[in-house]
């Protein structure tokens, strides 16, 4: 029984482990694509 609830309790770990690292590479993959937008913007501006 101790070694269900201790698998249970680390695949739940792993679970919000791997959730927050999805939203972060989200995250990171938005801010180079807002920075590959903000240099377009620039460079159409200046022509």
């Known amino acids: 029984m101790e070694l269900l609830i201790f698998v249970l309790l680390f695949a739940g770990l792993f679970a919000i482990y791997d959730a927050i690292r999805k939203v972060n590479n989200n995250i990171l993959e938005q801010t180079e694509e807002l ?10 501006r200046k022509k």
Not at 35 to 44: D, Q, T, Y
């Open 35 to 44: 920075k590959k937008i903000r240099s377009e913007l620039e460079e159409s």
